[in-house]
């Protein structure tokens, strides 16, 4: 069955710090994303990738770096976490553009 | 930056009725439609897509997509408490390579 594993399922971060979230996927799907849903909102493209060892940059890139080291992982990093970073972040692949996102758990992620 | 409008912000259905979610978009030329579900402290999923105009059916559930009026909706028939979730569409926009996703619609379904 096509998955994809974030991990950590949560993460605490103090402003300032450097947090990674990783994403992996079994699905042979090119394409991945991160988005990030705050509280009861939907979803923000921060960051996708449609090739390994490349990544473009979504609506709202500022604050955070992406890696696509191979098909099947993709990481999202904050070098200096800020406490507006406070989100879910929701990690998807999909096999083209036009084809249906299979989505991750998500990273709950509180910077204080 | 492309944007996509969702209508209404949440809305309370009885068990049994019909269920209307609206969205709307900036640019006749987008290319990609799709309806997400997601259930309270989970993931969304993927529930229906549609390229181009007119209407789809599978289910319980219709798309309709007007293209010139920049408008596509979602229509859920004989809504279930189950069917109580956040419904997000989305759009691929011309040249796009992701999905803008709307800011959802809270659907709550009373027995």
């Known amino acids: 069955e096509a998955a994809v594993t974030q991990s950590p399922r949560s993460k605490v971060a103090v402003t300032g710090g450097k947090v990674t979230l990783s994403c992996h996927q079994t699905n042979n799907h090119d394409y991945m994303y991160w988005y990030r849903q705050d509280t009861g909102h939907g979803l923000r493209l921060i960051h996708y990738?449609?090739?390994?060892?490349?990544?473009e940059k979504g609506d709202i890139p500022d604050g955070y770096k992406a890696s696509r080291p191979s098909q099947e992982n993709f990481s999202l990093i904050l070098e200096l976490a800020s406490l507006s970073q406070t989100a879910v972040y929701f990690c998807?692949?999909?096999?083209?553009?036009?084809?249906?996102?299979?989505f991750g758990s998500g990273t709950r992620l509180l910077v204080i | 930056q492309q944007k996509v409008q969702q209508s209404p912000e949440s809305l309370i259905v009885p068990e049994g009725a019909m269920t209307s979610l609206n969205c709307t978009f900036s640019?006749?030329?987008?290319?990609?439609f799709a309806w997400y579900r997601q259930h309270s402290g989970k993931a969304p999923k993927a529930l229906m897509s549609i390229f181009s105009n007119g209407e789809k059916e599978e289910g319980r559930f219709t798309i309709h997509l007007n293209k010139a009026s920049l408008h596509f909706s979602l229509h859920i028939r004989d809504s279930q408490p189950s069917d109580s979730a956040l419904y997000l569409c989305a759009v691929r926009y011309q040249g796009g390579r992701a999905l803008i996703f709307g800011t959802g619609t809270t659907v709550s379904v009373s027995p």
């Open positions: 990738s449609y090739v390994a060892d490349s990544t």
């Open positions: 640019d006749s030329a987008s290319q990609y």
């Open positions: 998807a692949s999909s096999v083209t553009a036009n084809s249906d996102y299979t």
